[in-house]
């Protein structure tokens, strides 16, 4: 897995590429708090380029989405692809956290 950050304003964007597995699901949570910034409002993860993500890194997200909620973060998920948007809607996760079908859409909705 490889993340890449982008800042736009209040809002943090990660770039997530390869694969969300038991291995690098810790990693994604701990980039993400660890670039974390007073005043962000809003996280989105970018998984365009995202291959594969499986029941550990749906449930890191979980514990992302609290720990941000508990800062006043919000969370997001644009462009997930193929199986990554199936495991999205099958696990039940896009109910927790908002899904945006592009990072401009979920921008326009997050940085106002």
């Given at each position: 897995?490889?993340?890449?950050?982008?800042?736009?304003?209040?809002?943090?964007?990660?770039?997530?590429?390869?694969?969300?597995?038991?291995?690098?699901a810790?990693?994604?949570?701990?980039?993400?708090?660890?670039?974390?910034?007073?005043?962000?409002?809003?996280?989105?993860?970018?998984?365009?380029?995202?291959?594969?993500?499986?029941?550990?890194?749906?449930?890191?997200?979980?514990?992302?989405?609290?720990?941000?909620?508990?800062?006043?973060?919000?969370?997001?998920?644009?462009a997930?692809?193929?199986?990554?948007?199936?495991?999205?809607?099958?696990?039940?996760?896009?109910?927790?956290?908002?899904?945006?079908?592009?990072q401009?859409?979920?921008?326009?909705?997050?940085?106002?």
């Amino acid at each position: 897995m490889n993340v890449s950050i982008e800042r736009y304003d209040n809002v943090l964007v990660a770039g997530v590429s390869g694969r969300i597995d038991p291995k690098s699901a810790g990693s994604l949570q701990t980039t993400i708090t660890d670039e974390l910034r007073n005043g962000d409002q809003a996280v989105i993860l970018d998984f365009e380029q995202l291959a594969y993500i499986g029941n550990v890194g749906v449930r890191a997200l979980r514990i992302t989405a609290r720990i941000l909620r508990d800062r006043g973060v919000s969370l997001a998920v644009c462009a997930p692809q193929g199986v990554v948007a199936a495991v999205f809607s099958g696990s039940g996760v896009d109910r927790l956290i908002s899904v945006y079908p592009t990072q401009g859409a979920a921008l326009e909705v997050l940085s106002g």
